[in-house]
């Protein structure tokens, strides 16, 4: 594929994830995604031949890759100090967009986790590599039981997020920040 076709492909991959992140699923039509990337439906179809669930599915595990690249590159003194950059960046990005960017994954997998196997693999696999990346930090600052500590400060973070965009506040996140370092 020559650099238009992947050019292409990145615009639909772009438009379908912020269209998934504000609307989830149901309120990311294909035509949606279409007028916000400026593609041809024929490009749609010609790189995801799977159609809607393909395109899901790749922009679920690509936003994946962004958060753990994310994690993975914040230049922290600990695991504390990680996660405070962490919820400072996801706060900024959820403030910026009205509100409507939280989480990459959470509302397609509240949607879809449990009537679509292959949206659910692609959102278990984000939510898997996330943990994997603040578990290994937490393995490095030495805390013991790092991997369930993982999931406690996932479930915290993706619960401040969906909080904050209920309230419309960054104060959620701001808690959360304070309980997980109380924890840490």
Sequence with gaps: MGQKGEETRA??????SRLLESGGYFGAGLN??????????????FHFPGGKDQLVTESVARA??????LIGGIEATDTADLLAQ?????????????WHQGCPVATVALELAASNDTVQR???AAYTS?????????????HPGAEDLATTVLALIE??????????????LTRVAGAITALL
């Design 11 to 16: 615009r639909l991959l772009d438009a379908a």
């Design 64 to 69: 994946g890759q962004d958060i753990s690249a």
């Design 130 to 142: 996330w943990e994997a990346a603040l578990r290994d930090q937490l393995v490095a600052d030495g």
């Design 122 to 124: 692609a959102c278990s």
């Design 86 to 98: 962490l919820l400072d960046v996801l706060g900024d990005r959820l403030e910026r967009s009205a």
């Design 159 to 172: 619960g401040g997020l969906l909080l904050a965009r209920a309230h419309r506040s960054r104060q959620p």
């Design 32 to 45: 949606q995604v279409l007028a916000e990337s400026g593609a041809p439906r024929g490009s749609l179809y």
